[in-house]
């Protein structure tokens, strides 16, 4: 599991209680200090530092050989289109655009890492996915992929 925390700040944006925040070695990558042995490339969820990920909204490298795919995106790697869907689905958030900012509060700290209809339309303009890795997928009662 990777949780892409930098530094002790990243940990106050994360929704999750206090006792389990822990920096973890992702800062190590950040840093330089290590490196990932291969490419890796991740979507976000419900326990991810919201403002860093907040900075590669559209994806962008998280760190060396580490590829956030932003909140909706896709890739090619290795003759395959992978597309991605970051957070969770809460569906009275799903048709708002997004309004957090920082300092997030008790309810934006977890309205940020929601999905909205807008991230659902992007992936839908993609064309042929061949992988769509999710920490939770939109059932079809939900949202209407016709």
Request: proline residues 4%; glycine residues 8%; hydrophobic residues 40%.
């Amino acid at each position: 599991m990777l949780q892409a925390v930098r530094n002790l700040d990243d940990l106050e944006t994360m929704s999750i209680p206090v006792k389990y925040r822990d920096i973890m070695t992702f800062w190590k990558y950040y840093k330089g200090e290590a490196q990932a042995p291969m490419p890796t490339i991740f979507i976000g969820g419900n326990h991810e530092a919201s403002n860093y990920l907040w900075e590669l909204h559209y994806g962008g490298w998280a760190a060396p050989n580490i590829y956030f795919m932003g909140y909706a995106g896709a890739v090619r790697f290795g003759g395959h289109r992978i597309a991605g869907l970051s957070g969770t689905y809460v569906s009275q958030h799903y048709h708002w655009g997004h309004h957090e900012k920082l300092p997030y509060d008790e309810r934006t700290v977890k309205s940020a890492y929601h999905v909205r209809q807008l991230h659902v339309h992007r992936l839908m303009q993609v064309g042929a996915i061949d992988t769509v890795p999710s920490t939770r997928w939109l059932s079809a009662s939900d949202v209407s992929f016709s």
